[in-house]
């Protein structure tokens, strides 16, 4: 219980910061920012980064403004990829791509960066330790990151092995939840929790993304379909786990069709999909990386531990839900 | 003779600098990078940095790593406005935008924002005081406002009167002037001179984007055709100039002409311009604003008054040129 408080105080106290810092209504941004903040998401890099802080006893102010740091970098790099990617919807929501154009997306994501960064320098001057200033090049680093893996997507082959896949994430969704753990640690010179804390941050951003992945497939991610990344050519999970349980000359179809443009009649490699046992084998991978995560947790302090609680949380039941959706729609489609 | 040897030592090494740190080929960004730096620019703002860091004696790698900051914001923000702008040349060039589409670009654009703060950082932790850390909050305002400034461009309404242009200039050309002249100051702890050279700054922050318009008006600043501004209906220091010498209903035409979509036909209002004196009141506008900044940079110690000489000698040169040229267009219209 006292562990709910804390997740829901922190979730309102970082709603109220970000909303603090949004542009006024004299800024030519004012509208973007607050159409795109009318939902928040579910906040669980920043809440993992304020309950990490805490754990480490860093102080309210600093905490918070890494968690923002954190959060408005994140959607700084949802903003500008709805624009590469087209999409129309998030959070059930329009995108500031589809409501207000592609200029105004490209200058509030920019806008969002700079005030991250912001965030971040603010973090660090509040921290106790000297060293906390490499905060700021570690999110700098993830910034790289994401947007060399966002990049991938549009000079790269198709996702086809897991091997691909697992750096694609390791680019495109592990840096930030990495940063949000890390990142209090650094700020708090608890340099000595940094190697199990890299490796539990892994295995979860890798579970993260294939929750994600596999709630795409069942079209329960907030965008507009089902299927949206098979429709895309965009890497995923089941994809690949699909993939992987073709033979010979149905493999090599498959391989032709994800190499053609976007846009073509997915329906029959979809019931192909459905038939297989692709989401069971993601499950699978998944609770691997969460049983991961919880073995690497298993040697940092109790405080830390249980400061991963939300995003664990997150992850199990994102995990029976999907298990549990997957399952109906076998039996559905049998 | 001096003089021009460092100026042309620290842009060969600017480039080196910023060549080194480009992706390798394995990197999607690879091939757009290259293309991008294929031609560098001026690297005004670079050499500037460079030449101030070396005036108030920062370490030679201090003084790059903030010269390579801001030039890698400024290009990014060029990569960025490339894609709102839909402008398909720059520096005699096929743009980012242009070459490898929309998502590339915007990639691009993050991946230098990103690489940006970290060189930012890195000329903070080689700078003598500690008060040398505020440079990277003073980088991420000048993003700050170069995103409200481009969003500007989308929401408002088309700049009319001198009021609203110096608005827009301080938020787009202003800032990374400014910051490559008092950055160098935070770095070295010499806070005493940023008011008169924030002055400076600003002062040649308005004759630099002037000198810009009116290169565009003549069709000399290496985008495909002259008026490219007007076309867009964007910021021009020449159609504000323009518009103050119209009369009543003339004016009024002019007004609805401008709140009309892109794309329309120019050719009327640009036979009236240079019917003006549009091009001979922005020269002196231009040169007023010199005059300031020649003004304000007389209190500052002659070595950094001796490093602004690059900007101030290409902010004359500009002048001159665009005075001849204005003449010249002037006499074949009459």
């Keep these: 219980v006292p562990r709910v408080g804390t997740t829901q105080k922190s979730e309102e106290a970082l709603e109220e910061a970000i909303t603090a810092l949004l542009p006024t209504e004299k800024s030519p941004l004012f509208k973007v920012a607050h159409s795109h903040f009318s939902q928040f998401g579910k906040l669980l890099r920043g809440r993992t980064a304020w309950a990490v802080s805490e754990a480490v006893t860093l102080s309210p ?18 903003v500008h990829d709805d624009i590469c990617d087209r999409d129309e919807h998030r959070r059930h929501h329009s995108t500031v791509f589809s409501s207000f154009g592609t200029p105004l997306a490209i200058c509030f994501g920019d806008w969002l960066v700079a005030r991250s960064f912001e965030a971040a320098y603010r973090a660090t001057s509040q921290a106790p330790s000297a060293e906390a200033r490499a905060a700021v090049p570690l999110l700098a680093s993830s910034m790289i990151n994401l947007s060399e893996g966002q990049a991938a997507e549009f000079t790269g082959k198709p996702i086809l092995t897991w091997e691909a896949y697992d750096q694609v994430v390791a680019k495109k ?16 010179g608890a340099d000595r929790y940094l190697p199990p804390a890299e490796r539990a941050s892994h295995a979860a951003g890798l579970a993260f993304q294939m929750a994600n992945d596999m709630l ?16 895309r050519r965009a890497p995923n ?17 498959f391989d032709a069709w994800m190499a053609t443009p976007a846009d073509d009649d997915i329906q029959p490699w979809v019931e192909q999909m459905l038939e297989t046992s692709a989401l069971e084998i993601c499950t699978a991978r998944l609770q691997e990386q969460l049983n991961i995560c919880r073995q690497e947790c298993d040697v940092l302090p109790v405080q830390i531990q249980s400061a ?11 995990t029976t839900s999907v298990r549990a959706r997957a399952t109906d729609t076998a039996r559905i489609c049998v």
Excluded at 61 to 78: D, F, K, P, T
Excluded at 178 to 186: A, D, F, K, R
Excluded at 216 to 231: E, K, T
Excluded at 237 to 253: D, E, G
């Design 61 to 78: 102010a600093c905490a918070q403004n890494w968690a923002v740091s954190i959060e408005l970098m994140h959607n700084a790099s949802l």
């Design 173 to 188: 969704t592990i840096p930030l939840i990495l940063t949000s753990i890390t990142g209090p640690l650094l700020l708090a």
């Design 216 to 231: 795409d497939v069942l079209g329960q991610d907030g965008s507009a379909a089902a299927f949206n990344d098979l429709r």
């Design 237 to 253: 999970a089941v994809t690949v786990s699909f993939r992987s349980q073709l033979l010979n000359s149905n493999k090599a179809a």
């Design 308 to 318: 991963l609680t939300p995003l664990v949380t997150y992850l199990e039941h994102a």
